[in-house]
């Protein structure tokens, strides 16, 4: 273990990955290292806060137009008129049709096999690429320093990366040839360049598993993130013509906001940049930060480029939120579209934020959500599954959307069309009703609206829920899922799936379970008839019922090392946060505290000690146990 003056890391990793953890890397993270008390703080005020709203069955509220946001000195009027300076957009951001997310390396391979991930996504023929360092990146091991380590050296054109990606284009012209009836790559090294490139940090919420205060006290996955990310490739990006772009998960206020802000500011001081040289765009993922739209885009300030309009982390968030509600049930996760009563409120409200201009008639960018659908799998099942993913798209992109994202480099040349026929390179600017903050916009972001809640999708919740956590403990954060009962069945496609959807999944069935939701048709099968409610005799029988199926199922869906492994634990974990009568805020919490455990008597006192430790001091445990 080695100690700077106020982080350590972990073993010997410092030495093993000194291409990652370089001087000025080192360097860069004791200048951003204070930020992290800071950072801790805000993340006890917001579990006060949430605390606080449940307890008082209090919800969620606009801010005070006289009211300063936390962190700045601007007015919310001022934010929520434009009275702020934001950023323009620069050429590489301008058009954005299609972006592609996924981590730049794999779990358990030698970097020759992992870095292909990178040669993927930028031959893909996408406008950009989220490289992945959260939801889809795999945390066991040293996969948050393989990725970093892969994006290094793709960016430089290292002669490694450079004979995966001329091996993967021969591989991705084959499929293409044979699917689309033509090569999509025709000079390999070219199309390298076409690409923008993105990274996507961790959220405020995480703290890192290998770099930790040397008092022990665990030390934000954020801060690690953006200064390893930064440094490593700034220079070279800059150099290129190319913009450092990130993405930000997870940012619940512009308090959040301010916060983040602060550390890119202080980390273009440290490099020698200008103000304003690190772009970013927010995920709206919580449904607080809807609340707070501009607030948020005035905190940024010049590094502001965009929202993207995620699905489950948000439907995820929604639930979280209202948990105290005993009202406020979500049907089948099927049912929540885009168009759905919340879902579409909060969808009007990111369009109308980004189009609302800054001081210097700056408006931002609206990226539209994500497409998990591959296309592998029956005739008629690929066909109807990609005709319901150009649908989507046409619908985001005929709403205002500058372009979508899609979960697999397969997907790029399908649903991109959508916009290379609407032939703007952006939607910038485009004319929509002004925010307003009235009693009835904040009903509408919390709107239910009549949909079924039946007991397949009960199943569905249950089996995609399991068997994420289980890919997730296997360091597969990315996986292709569906439900057991569709294992072996072609007509339904398996959806590239990420950590939210174990949020969702298991938050849904919480509520399910604690709130006594009603089924609202028969299910012959298992005996529950319309009316019936949700009951803790008939969780524990979905939950066996399902385990049992993904211990009979075979190794193309779930991996044999893992049934007497990680499985175990990970149903242990969704009982135990399912059955909770105080809703915990992650289940990722919990996967993380037992990464790296194979053994089902650990887990259970880790869980047992999350649940206490969180029911009984409102505290949760995040640092990596196992340094």
């Known amino acids: 273990m080695k100690s700077t003056q106020s982080i350590e890391i972990r073993d010997d990793l410092q030495r093993d990955y000194a291409d990652v953890f370089t001087p000025a890397a080192l360097a860069a ?26 307890t008082a069955h209090q919800p969620i509220e606009f801010l005070g137009p006289a009211s300063i946001i936390a962190g700045t000195d601007i007015r919310v009027a001022d934010a929520r008129a434009g009275n702020f300076e ?29 870095i292909r991930n990178v040669a993927y996504a930028l031959l893909s023929g996408a406008d950009g690429w989220m490289f992945d360092g959260e939801d889809a990146l795999g945390q066991t091991s040293t996969m948050s320093l393989d990725n970093q380590r892969n994006l290094r050296m793709a960016y430089a054109a290292d002669p490694m990366f450079l004979d995966a990606a001329e091996g993967v284009a021969g591989q991705m012209n084959q499929w293409a040839e044979g699917f689309l009836g033509r090569a999509i790559i025709s000079d390999w090294r070219e199309q390298l360049g076409f690409t923008t490139k993105i990274f996507r940090a961790r959220g405020l919420h995480l703290d890192d598993r290998q770099v930790r205060e040397s008092d022990g006290t665990g030390f934000s996955a954020s801060i690690v993130d953006a200064a ?13 013509g190319e913009t450092i772009c990130l993405y930000l998960p997870k940012i619940q206020t512009a308090e959040d906001a301010a916060l983040w802000n602060t550390l890119l500011s202080r980390l273009e001081q440290h490099m020698g940049y200008e103000t304003g040289a690190i772009k970013v765009y927010v995920l709206v993922e ?70 609302t201009p800054d001081q210097n008639g700056n408006c931002s ?29 046409t619908r985001e992109q005929s709403e205002g959307a500058s372009g979508k994202w899609v979960a697999h480099w397969k997907m790029v040349h399908i649903v991109r069309p959508v916009w290379e026929d609407a032939g703007q390179d952006n939607q910038l600017g485009r004319e929509f009703p002004a925010l307003t903050y009235e009693d009835s916009d904040a009903t509408g972001l919390v709107q239910l609206e009549d949909a079924p809640l039946t007991v397949s999708g009960a199943r569905d919740l249950m089996s995609v829920a399991l068997q994420y ?26 959806l590239m799936e990420d950590m939210a959807t174990g949020e969702i999944r298991v938050s849904i069935l919480w509520e399910w379970l604690n709130k006594s939701a009603v089924f609202t048709a028969d299910d012959a099968p298992s005996g529950i008839r319309a009316g019936d409610p949700f009951t803790a005799e008939f969780f524990e029988r979905l939950l066996d019922e399902e385990f049992a199926k993904l211990m009979a199922a075979n190794d193309r869906d779930v991996h044999e090392d893992s049934k007497q492994t990680t499985l175990p634990i990970v149903r242990e974990i969704v009982n135990r946060y399912v059955r909770s009568t105080i809703k915990l805020p992650w289940y990722i919490d919990l996967l993380n505290l037992n990464l790296e455990n194979e053994v089902l008597q650990t887990g259970v006192q880790r869980i047992e000690s999350f649940v206490h430790t969180f029911q009984h001091e409102g505290k949760r445990i995040t640092e990596n146990v196992d340094f």
Do not use: C
């Open 29 to 54: 993270l004791e200048h951003l290292a204070p930020l992290n008390k800071d950072r801790i703080e805000l993340m006890e005020r917001r579990l006060v806060r949430r605390r606080e709203r449940h």
């Open 86 to 114: 934001g950023s323009s957009i620069p050429a590489d951001l301008q058009r954005q049709w299609i972006q592609g997310t996924g981590p730049a390396a794999k779990s358990k391979g030698p970097i020759e096999r992992s």
């Open 228 to 240: 390893l990310y930064v440094v490593a490739n700034g220079e070279q990006l800059r150099q290129n």
């Open 286 to 355: 919580q449904l607080e930060a809807s609340f707070q739209l501009m607030e948020i885009r005035a905190a940024l300030g010049k590094h502001f480029v965009g929202f993207n309009t995620g699905r489950w982390d948000y439907i995820n968030s929604v639930a979280d939120a209202v948990a105290w509600d005993p009202e406020f049930i979500n049907p089948n996760i099927q049912a929540i579209g885009m168009t759905y009563g919340y879902m579409r409120n909060y969808e009007d409200r990111v369009r109308r934020a980004v189009n």
């Open 365 to 393: 960018l609206w990226q539209g959500g994500m497409e998990p659908n591959i296309p592998v799998g029956s005739p008629e099942g690929v066909a109807a599954s990609m005709a319901r993913a150009v649908a989507g798209g």
């Open 469 to 494: 956590g289980n890919a997730f403990s296997q360091g597969m954060q990315a996986a292709a899922l569906k439900p057991a009962d569709f294992f072996g069945d072609d007509d339904v496609l398996y």
